[in-house]
């Protein structure tokens, strides 16, 4: 069965500290793996990583895939109030997307 | 440009009566179309997908049901509403999987 776990679930940070997000997945025929921010509405697209290694960056966000792990990391570096959200990984397999539970991230002033 | 939409914004049903949610897409031709439902505050779980007209994917078995009569439109539905239904649903359309997924606004609806 395909499985997506994202960890951890909550997360309490203090602004300006670094936080680690993290996305393992068991899924077939893997072709993608995306990372999405979500406020009051809909979520909104942070990252599309398909290659393992390579780092993809916007501003204080970053993220990278590992293959071989079968996982993933979003960092953000010297977080603001504004980052508080859910963030929600997702991982494309043919043409069906499957989301973890997601990591509440709230960030304190 | 490609853009989504999704309606009503909210909806508030009794237990038993009817449901119909839709969703068009503008700006492109012959999307991947996705209906996902999320409980307060957690992820995405998906409902239904669609890579062509007439062709719906179930991915779990429940109360609801979906379409796709045209290229670019996305229906939900259910004859009748349960408590359980109730829930954030959004709409998604992508390009393909090398492409991610563009979500509408959202429909919260409220079964009372």
């Known amino acids: 069965e395909d499985k997506v776990v994202q960890s951890p679930l909550s997360l309490v940070v203090h602004e300006g500290d670094t936080v680690t997000l993290n996305c393992s997945y068991e899924v077939t025929n893997f072709r993608s793996l995306l990372w999405y921010k979500q406020e009051k509405k809909a979520p909104t697209f942070l990252f599309m990583l398909?290659?393992?290694?390579i780092e993809k960056k916007s501003g204080r966000l970053s993220s990278i895939l590992d293959k071989k792990e079968l996982s993933s990391i979003l960092n953000i570096t010297a977080t603001q109030t504004g980052d508080s959200a859910i963030y929600l990984c997702a991982v494309v397999r043919d043409d069906k997307i499957i989301f973890g539970k997601g990591t509440r991230l709230h960030i304190l002033p | 440009s490609q853009t989504i939409h999704q309606w009503p914004a909210t909806l508030v049903q009794p237990v038993g009566s009817p449901l119909s949610l839709e969703c068009t897409v503008e700006?492109?031709?012959?999307?991947?179309l996705y209906w996902y439902r999320q409980a307060a505050g957690r992820g995405l779980q998906l409902l239904f997908y669609s890579v062509g007209i007439g062709q719906i994917s179930s991915e779990v078995p429940q109360n609801l049901s979906a379409s796709r009569p045209q290229d670019r439109q996305f229906i939900l539905s259910s004859k009748k509403l349960l408590l359980s239904d109730s829930g954030f649903y959004l709409c998604?359309?992508?390009?393909?999987?090398?492409?991610?997924?563009?979500f509408g606004n959202g429909t919260r609806l409220t079964v009372t």
């Open positions: 398909t290659s393992s290694g």
């Open positions: 700006g492109t031709s012959n999307p991947n």
């Open positions: 998604a359309y992508s390009q393909g999987y090398n492409s991610p997924l563009h």
